[in-house]
């Protein structure tokens, strides 16, 4: 069974290397911008921008910012059926 993107996102959220409940206001965004790709990807209407999104530089900014892993977090998302 395919997870769903609420599923990825929770796995996601547990790949972290800190906790949800200790992230600043700024990092609580950028994982709801992270999880919002997520969802994205599964919406045929925004799932090119998504993808393009993964792809990107920025991506693996982000994740730095909030202690993710970027190249754990595509395997993640490939493994989910999302990439």
């Known amino acids: 069974?395919?997870?769903?993107?609420?599923?990825?996102?929770?796995v996601i959220k547990r790949n972290m290397e800190v906790r949800v409940v200790d992230l600043k206001p700024e990092q609580?965004?950028?994982?709801?911008?992270?999880?919002?790709?997520?969802?994205?990807?599964?919406?045929?209407s925004y799932r090119r921008s998504a993808l393009r999104?993964?792809?990107?530089?920025?991506?693996?900014i982000y994740?730095?910012?909030?202690?993710?892993?970027?190249?754990t977090t595509r395997q993640l998302l490939v493994q989910g059926g999302f990439l």
């Open 1 to 10: 069974m395919k997870c769903t993107a609420s599923d990825m996102v929770k």
């Open 63 to 71: 994740c730095n910012m909030v202690s993710l892993n970027p190249v």
């Open 53 to 60: 999104f993964f792809d990107d530089e920025l991506f693996d």
């Open 28 to 44: 609580n965004l950028i994982v709801a911008i992270i999880a919002c790709a997520v969802i994205d990807l599964a919406d045929a």
